[in-house]
């Protein structure tokens, strides 16, 4: 009897210093947040990001396709449903009516998501499943492009 109850024992202590599969979950996401934040913080704060948003708002709202041509990527995407990408967004965004929404949206915070920086933030949180209007910059051969301006 005292053999079985010190093996309990000695099972019990050993047990409970053991990490359950949630408490290890838990302590993942911690430190995946942690690091998300510093990364975050790193990018957004970073001067030539900060000098590229600042030129982008600033040719958004004067309208000035030549320099916003410049600043995307040739395979701009600006629809999904249908998908259109490249050629043809100013005409749609003049169709649409969309530079007021673009303007809007890009004086929105960016946060990371995957390889982009994306505005508004609520986009890049998977428990809100935003599906609005949301803009992404991506770095291509080491500077800031505009990647997409797209709904849903």
Not at 13 to 38: D, H, R, V, Y
Not at 50 to 74: S, Y
Not at 79 to 96: A, I, M, R, T
Not at 127 to 146: E, I, Q, T
Request: proline fraction near 4%; hydrophobic fraction near 40%.
């Amino acid at each position: 009897m005292k053999i079985i109850a010190s093996v309990l024992l000695l099972l019990a202590i050993g047990l409970s210093g053991c990490q359950t599969p949630s408490q290890k979950e838990k302590e993942k996401k911690a430190a995946l947040k942690k690091k998300t934040k510093a990364e975050l913080r790193e990018e957004s704060s970073d001067v030539d990001f900060q000098a590229f948003v600042g030129r982008l708002r600033k040719a958004v709202a004067a309208h000035d396709v030549n320099t916003l041509a410049e600043m995307m990527t040739p395979d701009f995407g600006y629809s999904l449903n249908p998908e259109k990408s490249g050629e043809g967004v100013f005409k749609y965004w003049d169709e649409q009516n969309l530079w007021p929404e673009l303007d809007g949206i890009l004086s929105e915070k960016f946060v990371k998501k995957g390889g982009f920086m994306v505005a508004p933030p609520q986009f890049a949180d998977e428990s809100l499943n935003y599906d609005g209007y949301r803009a992404g910059l991506r770095r291509v051969n080491g500077s800031w492009k505009f990647a997409y301006f797209v709904n849903g």
